[in-house]
């Protein structure tokens, strides 16, 4: 058996939006995307490679079985490809956070076990491969692997070696984000699934993908000039085009509950007061709110007031996926 490698890696959340694969073997996002890293969540997994039987994945303390196990598996696979005679893997991951909630654990899960499996094979990978194996996985994951601010490219090559992410070197340190949860229990639209039949039924999703790659030079100059206002306007008609393009894909895909549109006009609300705020949702019925550090505590004070919000979660800006004793 190999040694044991264990990997905190922490989930992200796009500030402008991946929603739709050019490849969908390869996992290769139809367009870029921009993301923060946060912390404290985070996932921890531990591999190890050499055992007898089949590959054995437990997830929170769950053996793995059915589509979860093959789409593991066929991760796997990627790195014995590269190494015959590695054997069978044992993994154990856990998210001190929700799991497949649309709270992003998949892009913690798939940068974290990118990065355990390479090092306990001993395959020595750039931070650019990391991010490329990572994306197999999961599309989001690629940009796990980075810290802080984090651009991801969608690339040109059919191979895929260019759809990568890489950190912006743009300080994010003062932002903050609460996590407004509306709904306990996993979605019920996988997000691979939610972006596939909007792609191949939805009559907005050109136009969602042609709003994206100018989005992220707007966002990435708004951070850069901390111009919060222009960031707002940005990230949150990103998120909502995102859901627009869904929405009005044939049936629609709809992640929201009734409390998400609650919190929607609450941010509207307190924005026209004059708090530093937007709002991002993802995969799932949780809205995600922006602010700055300095007004942390009183954005989720009125967020815990919402009608519908069962808990308000804290993150900051937070580093890649690192290997841990
Ligand atoms: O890569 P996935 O399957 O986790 O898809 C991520 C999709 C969104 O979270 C909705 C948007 C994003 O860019 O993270």
Redesign the pocket.
């Known amino acids: 058996m190999s040694a044991p490698v264990t990997v905190v890696a922490h989930p992200n959340?796009?500030l402008v939006?991946?929603?739709g694969k050019r490849d969908a073997a390869l996992n290769l996002p139809a367009a870029g995307?921009l993301?923060v890293t946060l912390g404290p969540m985070h996932t921890r997994t531990t591999v190890s490679f050499g055992h007898a039987g089949d590959d054995r994945f437990v997830l929170n303390d769950v053996v793995a079985t059915g589509r979860e196990a093959a789409k593991l598996t066929a991760f796997v696979e990627r790195i014995r490809a590269h190494l015959p005679g590695l054997g069978a893997l044992h993994m154990t991951s856990t998210n001190d956070f929700p799991t497949a909630a649309g709270l992003?654990s998949?892009?913690s899960g798939f940068a974290a076990l990118a990065l355990a499996t390479s090092q306990a094979a001993a395959l020595p990978l750039t931070p650019s491969e990391l991010s490329e194996l990572a994306r197999l996985g999961?599309?989001?994951?690629a940009r796990s692997i980075f810290g802080g601010l984090v651009r991801m490219d969608p690339g040109q090559l059919a191979d895929g070696s260019d759809a990568v992410a890489s950190p912006v070197d743009v300080p994010v340190d003062q932002l903050r984000v609460l996590v407004a949860v509306t709904v306990r229990g996993a979605k019920e639209v996988a997000?691979?699934d939610g972006m596939n039949h909007t792609m191949e039924t939805s009559p907005f999703y050109r136009a969602w993908i042609d709003t994206v790659a100018p989005a992220i030079d707007e966002a990435i100059a708004a951070l850069r000039a901390d111009d919060w206002d222009k960031l707002s306007m940005v990230c949150e008609a990103s998120a909502l085009q995102?859901h627009a393009s869904a929405i009005a894909a044939v049936p629609g895909v709809l992640y929201w509950r009734g409390a998400t549109v609650e919190l929607i006009h609450a941010v509207r609300r307190q924005r026209a007061a004059g708090m530093p705020v937007f709002l991002t949702i993802?995969?799932g019925p949780h809205v995600k709110v922006f602010t700055r550090a300095s007004h942390e505590n009183a954005v989720a004070a009125w967020l815990r007031d919402v009608p519908g919000v069962l808990e308000v979660l804290h993150a900051a800006p937070a580093p890649g996926a690192v290997v841990v004793p």
């Open positions: 959340i796009a939006k991946y929603w995307s993301s992003a998949s892009s999961s599309g989001s994951a997000s691979t995102m993802d995969a």
